[in-house]
């Protein structure tokens, strides 16, 4: 997946960001869970310049950018910690 197209995933789940991350589990809001991720898709499809992308291959690039930029965040947050002490 091209930088652009991150941003582009980044600024949609942003804006669906109330939906899909619920912390609740149950049946009515796995379907509205399910129901954000397809429209999030339609629009990324939409406007994406390369070839259509599932709702899995979405998310599983949501995850990994969620993942790399909390461990840069702290591993950032130890070195200047041990700058300043």
């Avoid at 669906?16 to 589990?25: A, D, H, Q, Y």
């Avoid at 049946?27 to 390369?50: H, I, M, P, Y």
């Avoid at 259509?52 to 070195?79: D, N």
């Amino acid at each position: 997946m091209t930088a652009p197209e991150k941003e582009l995933l980044t600024d949609l789940c942003v804006k669906f960001s109330k939906v899909i991350e619920c912390k609740k589990t149950d049946g009515a809001t796995r379907l509205s869970k399910a129901a954000a991720w397809g429209q999030l898709c339609d629009e990324f499809n939409a406007v994406s310049s390369e070839g259509p992308r599932t709702v899995t291959q979405l998310k599983h690039v949501r995850i990994r950018l969620v993942y790399f930029s909390a461990r840069f965040y702290f591993i950032g947050t130890i070195l200047i910690r041990r700058n300043i002490y």
